[in-house]
């Protein structure tokens, strides 16, 4: 749902706010908050998968 989102509303969103002049540094820039955006929206999902079926099989420690 998320590479979806991606594809059909996200790029084209980052990519109109034409922040620099030069090519290279909008692509960098683009790079860049498409990495950190993406890191965002994945934290919640990383962390059930790393809190959640720990503590689910047993392997949470208080």
């Known amino acids: 749902m998320v590479f979806i989102g991606w594809i059909l509303f996200g790029l084209s969103y980052l990519s ?10 909008h692509s960098v820039m683009l790079i860049m908050l498409f990495i950190a955006i993406n890191y965002v929206l994945m934290l919640p999902f990383e962390l ?14 208080h």
Do not use: V
């Open 48 to 61: 059930y998968q790393t809190f959640g079926l720990d503590k689910k099989f047993g392997f949470f420690y």
């Open 16 to 25: 109109a706010y034409g922040m620099f002049e030069n090519t290279l540094m």
